[in-house]
């Protein structure tokens, strides 16, 4: 089914020639990084996580979000998710694809990615965490794949596909619960080390990662003759409506534990985000405009009116994913380590090569989804295409 990625417009070519060109750039960067080292990156002694990291963790939970839709497709028999299934699936595969490349950019040396595998060590999260993203992006190819082609072929999926499927949607969430032991498991980080940790990962994916589906069904009833349907749409709005109330409610609950509790180690992190801590506060505008935006997209979800419309319901789920990635993203891992166990405070910015090379890494990303979308809407229009035929046939 590759071929159908090599049939399209100029609009299409153009678009992954603009990919590839950004890949480019970015790659001559990451040439520099690898020659020079991780100085070039605003990455420090007291900051070794950063921009990269930052990435990976928000996308782990894109790639895990897609089993709002298969859940249901599945399990529930929600036959209406039929026709976007393949599409979660498929946003799986280029999220993980981009998480590892994010891992790979920020060891500095690739080659020390082997060493998770050369020398296993099962009491390490790092290593379960190399398993569960593998694991899951292995599932979602082969499930992915398979269902598609029986679909072109107009035929049921070979009965050793639905043990897999099963698989992946108790995967799906493993991916970001390992992904949030990686922190809580700090002792020395009071930020991280909560046991809400897991389930405030999980929130705010199941809320990023069906929004940005809704934005990717939108936009390609634009561009093809495939519609992925209004109530399917209306569907994945509702489940991204509970989800990112959720998650802004695990966020309010633990400021009242830590400021009811008054632990200074604890406070101080959140200090830092939301008002700044001894004259720095490089990332407080960030975090209010994550808030803001968090809580606009709540009100606007939980009017049906203003859900329903889709148009308002595009700007909400853009304001969403932004506020979830500031949150998640920039705010988690840079709030864990400002300020450090000593209690000073060393600030973090990306620099220009660390957000080049970032740029490059969602190209790749976009350009994997661009090639499994073509593919999938290709043979969607093309069964599409066979059944009215046998229609007006029939008629």
């Given at each position: 089914m590759l071929e159908l990625a090599l049939k399209g417009d100029k609009k299409y070519w153009g678009w992954v020639i603009a990919l590839l060109a950004v890949i480019g750039v970015a790659f001559a960067v990451y040439l520099k990084q690898l020659d020079f080292g991780l100085g070039i990156t605003g990455m420090s002694r007291d900051v070794s996580w950063g921009f990269y990291i930052a990435q990976f963790t928000f996308l782990v939970g894109v790639a895990a979000g897609g089993v709002m839709v298969v859940l249901p497709r599945y399990l529930h028999d929600y036959k209406a998710f039929g026709r976007i299934t393949i599409l979660g699936e498929f946003l799986a595969i280029a999220a993980v694809v981009m998480c590892l490349l994010f891992i790979i950019a920020d060891l500095g040396q690739p080659m020390r990615a082997f060493n998770?595998?050369?020398?296993?060590?099962?009491?390490?999260?790092?290593?379960?965490?190399?398993?569960?993203?593998?694991?899951?992006?292995?599932?979602?190819?082969?499930?992915?794949?398979?269902?598609?082609?029986?679909?072109?072929?107009?035929?049921?999926?070979?009965?050793?596909?639905?043990?897999?499927?099963?698989?992946?949607?108790?995967?799906?969430?493993?991916?970001?619960?390992?992904?949030?032991?990686?922190?809580?498991?700090?002792?020395?980080?009071?930020?991280?080390?909560?046991?809400?940790?897991?389930?405030?990962?999980?929130?705010?994916?199941?809320?990023?990662?069906?929004?940005?589906?809704?934005?990717?069904?939108l936009i390609i009833r634009k561009v093809t003759k495939f519609d992925p349907g209004k109530e399917q749409i209306q569907s994945l709005a509702k489940i991204v409506t509970y989800a990112i109330i959720i998650n802004v409610f695990f966020l309010?609950?633990?400021?009242?534990?830590?400021?009811?509790?008054?632990?200074?180690?604890?406070?101080?992190?959140?200090?830092?985000?939301?008002?700044?801590?001894?004259?720095?506060?490089?990332?407080?505008?960030?975090?209010?405009t994550s808030m803001t935006l968090m809580a606009t997209s709540i009100v606007l979800l939980v009017i049906p009116a203003a859900r329903k419309n889709e148009s308002i319901l595009a700007f909400t789920c853009v304001i969403l994913f932004i506020g979830t990635w500031i949150d998640k993203g920039m705010g988690m891992i840079s709030g864990g380590f400002v300020p450090n166990p000593l209690h000073h405070v060393t600030e973090y910015m990306p620099t220009l090569p660390e957000i080049l090379i970032t740029l490059g890494v969602y190209a790749t990303g976009l350009l994997v989804l661009t090639i499994l979308f073509k593919v999938a809407v290709s043979v969607k229009e093309e069964v599409s295409g066979v059944k009215d035929t046998c229609e007006s046939c029939e008629a």
């Open positions: 998770v595998i050369l020398y296993p060590t099962p009491g390490s999260v790092l290593f379960w965490d190399m398993i569960v993203l593998n694991g899951y992006l292995l599932l979602n190819i082969v499930i992915g794949w398979n269902v598609l082609e029986a679909e072109r072929n107009n035929i049921h999926y070979a009965p050793w596909v639905k043990p897999l499927i099963i698989t992946s949607i108790i995967w799906a969430p493993a991916i970001h619960t390992v992904t949030a032991f990686l922190y809580c498991g700090l002792p020395g980080r009071g930020f991280w080390m909560t046991a809400i940790l897991a389930p405030r990962f999980l929130a705010s994916a199941f809320a990023a990662g069906p929004a940005l589906l809704i934005l990717l069904c309010l609950c633990e400021v009242f534990v830590v400021f009811y509790s008054r632990i200074p180690s604890h406070m101080s992190h959140l200090q830092y985000l939301f008002v700044g801590l001894h004259g720095h506060g490089a990332l407080v505008p960030w975090m209010w």
